[in-house]
């Protein structure tokens, strides 16, 4: 069967077996990150911080394979989104090192500093979040992109309790993983985008192409 082909801004394309496999990966890992933030905690809700912490690990590589395949037509803001996750995991380590692994968690709650250095990993989420609503429109894609910075930085200056920025990050997270199922039944050219548009930006395509 050929690939589908699509008229573009700056010239036909088409979507082959490469693109779908991306973005079919995309959406895995999209939804593994809304799973482990989910399952984080919610564990921490129910069981307490000393376990709950190892779900960190799924939710980082998850989000640092979605942000590989991701499609997104500005390359600064990729790497950029790129550089946070990074940055991100480095701090999660810090924190992770010195508080020990069962106490990162409550250490996080009763210390709200430590946010400055996990932050990024979360800004990096958020940045998903906007990229899906900028492109789809999807409720739960703005529910995200405000909810986590809200939970956040509410909680590092004081303006909410431990308890509600919680509250807020899960209900973040599990729209997330909405978000996630419900991409699975979209064509994957919705993914993709333009890729007459990536063409042009990485100059494949001359500067007077129409």
């Known amino acids: 069967m050929a690939d589908p082909e699509f008229e573009g801004v700056y010239g036909r394309y088409t979507i082959n077996t490469t693109d779908r496999q991306e973005v079919s990966r995309y959406r895995q890992a999209l939804l593994v990150c809304g799973l482990s933030m989910s399952a984080c905690l919610l564990q921490w809700w129910q069981f307490g911080a000393q376990w709950a912490w190892i779900w960190l690990v799924p939710l980082s590589v998850a989000l640092g394979l979605a942000l590989r395949w991701i499609h997104i037509y500005l390359r600064p803001l990729h790497r950029t989104l790129q550089a946070l996750w990074a940055l991100g995991c480095v701090g999660w380590g810090v924190l992770l090192l010195t508080s020990g692994p069962t106490q990162a968690l409550d250490t996080l709650r009763n210390q709200p500093l430590w946010i400055l250095p996990v932050g ?42 431990p308890e509600v920025s919680a509250a807020m990050l899960t209900m973040a997270a599990l729209l997330l993983v909405v978000l996630a199922l419900r991409k699975f039944g979209m064509e994957a050219a919705a993914d993709v985008g333009d890729k007459s548009v990536f063409a042009y930006l990485d100059g494949q395509l001359p500067a007077g192409t129409p």
């Open 120 to 161: 990024p990993l979360f800004a990096a989420l958020t940045g998903i979040g906007f990229k899906e609503f900028f492109c789809f429109q999807r409720a739960e894609a703005i529910g995200l992109t405000l909810l986590l910075p809200l939970a956040l930085l509410g909680h590092l200056l004081g303006l909410i309790n």
